[in-house]
C-alpha cells in the first residue's frame, strides 16, 4: 500500500498515458528516457559528481521558496483592506437614523444646542461627507482588489513553475534509484565476488570499499532529493491556501461590500431628500394655518393639508427604518469580510513562518552539501 505522502507524489506529478507497468509508471515516455540517460552519467569513476547531481534543481527550488516569502511579506493587502473596513465601520456607527428622525432628542442636539433645524442640517452635512469618504473608500477596495488578482495570476505562475520542478526532481530521483539498484545489486556482489576469489587481494577489496562508499553517497544523495521533492509538494497546497484566502476577499469585496456600498448611499439620497420635504411640509403646514388663523372659512383646505403632512411624516418614519435595516446589514457584512480578513491574515503569517522554515531547511542541505563536497 502506497503511504499518503506518495500518493500525492503520484497525484501531483505527469501522468504517463502510455504505460503503467515499469517500475516509474508515474512518468512520461520522455522522462522515461531521461532517466537512462541521467543513470549513465551517474558514474562510480567519478564519485564527485554526486555533489552536483540534482543541484540545480535543488537551487531553482530554494528561489522559488525565497520568491513566496517576499510575495507574503512584501504584499499587504489583506491588513489595508482590515483597516478600510474597520474604517468603513467607523463611519457607518457615526450615521444613527434615528438622531435623523428626532435630531432634537440626540447627541448632536445635546452637544451643540440649537434649534431642531440646525441640527437636523447639521447632521445632513456630516450624512454628505461621510457618503464622499465612503466613497473614496470603496475605490481604494476596488484598488486592493484589482492587486490582490494580479498576486492571484502571478501565484499560478509559481504554482507552475513549482510543479515543473517538482516533475523534474522525479526523473533525478528515478535515476538515482535506477542507479542504486544497479550498484548494490550487480556492482557490488560482482566486486566481493572478485575479491573473495583474489584471496582478499588488497586492491580488489579497495574497489569493493569504494563501490560501498558510492554507493552510500548515492544512497544520500537520493534522500536528499527526496527532501526538496517533499518541499515542492507542500508548497504547493499553501500557494493554493493563499490563492483561496485572495479569491475569498475579492468576492466579498465585489460582491458583498461593493454592492451594498452603492445600496446605502441611495437609501441615503432617498433619505436626505425626504428629510428636506418633511422641511419644506413644516413650513407649509406652517403657512397654512397662519392663514387659518385669518380666514376660518379655509378650515377644510388647512385639515387636508395636516392630513397630507402626517402622512409624508409617516413616510419618512418608513424609509428611515428601511435605511436603519440596510446600514446593519452592511456592518454585519463588514464584520464577517473582517473576520475572513483576520483569518487570511493569520493563515499568511503561519504560511510566512513554514515558509521561513523551509528556507532554513533548503540552506542546511545547501551547506550540508558543500561540506560533503
Not at 544512497?219 to 491556501?241: C, G
Not at 493563499?242 to 441611495?266: A, D, R
Request: glycine share 4%; with cysteine; hydrophobic share 35%.
Amino acid at each position: 500500500m502506497l503511504g499518503r505522502e506518495e500518493r500525492q507524489r503520484m497525484e501531483y506529478s505527469t501522468k504517463d498515458p502510455v504505460s503503467t507497468s515499469d517500475a516509474n509508471p508515474s512518468l512520461s515516455l520522455e522522462q522515461k528516457i531521461r532517466v537512462k540517460e541521467l543513470a549513465r552519467l551517474i558514474s562510480p569513476a567519478h564519485p564527485h559528481t554526486l555533489v552536483h547531481y540534482g543541484a540545480d534543481m535543488q537551487d531553482k527550488l530554494a528561489r522559488l521558496a525565497d520568491n513566496m516569502l517576499n510575495q507574503v511579506r512584501s504584499h499587504q493587502a489583506e491588513e489595508q483592506i482590515g483597516a478600510i473596513l474597520h474604517a468603513l465601520l467607523d463611519k457607518l456607527r457615526e450615521i444613527n437614523p434615528d438622531e435623523l428622525l428626532t435630531p432634537q432628542r440626540g447627541f448632536i442636539a445635546r452637544l451643540f444646542g440649537g434649534s431642531s433645524a440646525k441640527v437636523k442640517q447639521k447632521l445632513l452635512v456630516r450624512c454628505q461627507r461621510t457618503n464622499h469618504e465612503m466613497e473614496r473608500m470603496a475605490d481604494t477596495l476596488e484598488r486592493l482588489r484589482h492587486q490582490m488578482l494580479r498576486d492571484t495570476t502571478m501565484l499560478d505562475v509559481l504554482y507552475a513553475k513549482n510543479r515543473e520542478y517538482f516533475n523534474e526532481l522525479n526523473v533525478y530521483i528515478a535515476a538515482a534509484r535506477e542507479k542504486l539498484e544497479e550498484v548494490r545489486e550487480h556492482m557490488i556482489p560482482i566486486l566481493r565476488e572478485t575479491a573473495e576469489k583474489s584471496g582478499n587481494d588488497p586492491l580488489q577489496i579497495q574497489k569493493l570499499m569504494d563501490m560501498e562508499r558510492f554507493a552510500d553517497r548515492l544512497e544520500q544523495k537520493l534522500q536528499d532529493l527526496l527532501i526538496s521533492q517533499t518541499i515542492a509538494l507542500q508548497t504547493a497546497p499553501q500557494i493554493r491556501l493563499i490563492q483561496e484566502n485572495h479569491g475569498i476577499l475579492m468576492e466579498k469585496i465585489h460582491s458583498s461590500v461593493l454592492s451594498t456600498i452603492p445600496l446605502w448611499k441611495s437609501q441615503m439620497v432617498i433619505l436626505l431628500s425626504l428629510l428636506r420635504q418633511q422641511d419644506a411640509l413644516i413650513v407649509q403646514r406652517q403657512t397654512s394655518q397662519a392663514v387659518g388663523e385669518a380666514l376660518k372659512r379655509n378650515t377644510e383646505v388647512l385639515q387636508k393639508n395636516a392630513r397630507k403632512t402626517f402622512d409624508e411624516q409617516e413616510r419618512t418614519t418608513a424609509e428611515l427604518s428601511a435605511f436603519k435595516e440596510t446600514q446593519e446589514e452592511l456592518m454585519a457584512v463588514l464584520e464577517e469580510t473582517l473576520h475572513i480578513q483576520q483569518e487570511g491574515s493569520e493563515k499568511r503569517r503561519r504560511i510566512e513562518q513554514e515558509l521561513g522554515h523551509i528556507e532554513q531547511r533548503t540552506g542546511d542541505k545547501s551547506k550540508h552539501t558543500s561540506h560533503i563536497i
